[in-house]
């Protein structure tokens, strides 16, 4: 794996918790929907690019489930940068 696609599938992981309601979802409803963008990956995977963004300040996570931050949603909107995260294009989120 590259490390160019592991930082799109951080910045898909974040991006998929900024579209939905509350900000939340369990680790297998993360996985369908970073799936759903176009990156294939296990839960484990999954579960491990979670941990590596919740010390980053980007998630907080409570029991299966992750919460996106307020700096999470930064990085998301382009208003913050993180080294490991890809800094999504012009146009690449649509809010």
């Not at 680790?27 to 990156?39: F, H, Q, S, W």
């Not at 995977?45 to 980053?56: H, M, N, V």
């Not at 999470?72 to 294009?89: N, S, T, Y």
Request: charged share 30%; net charge positive.
């Amino acid at each position: 794996m590259s490390d160019s696609t592991l930082r799109d599938r951080r910045l898909a992981c974040l991006a998929a918790l900024f579209f939905e309601r509350g900000y939340r979802l369990p680790l297998r409803a993360l996985r369908a929907k970073v799936e759903e963008i176009g990156y294939a990956a296990s839960l484990d995977r999954i579960a491990t690019d979670c941990a590596w963004l919740a010390e980053q300040g980007l998630l907080a996570p409570k029991g299966d489930a992750v919460t996106l931050t307020d700096r999470g949603a930064d990085i998301v909107l382009g208003r913050a940068e993180q080294p490991g995260v890809k800094r999504p294009e012009p146009g690449e989120i649509k809010v």
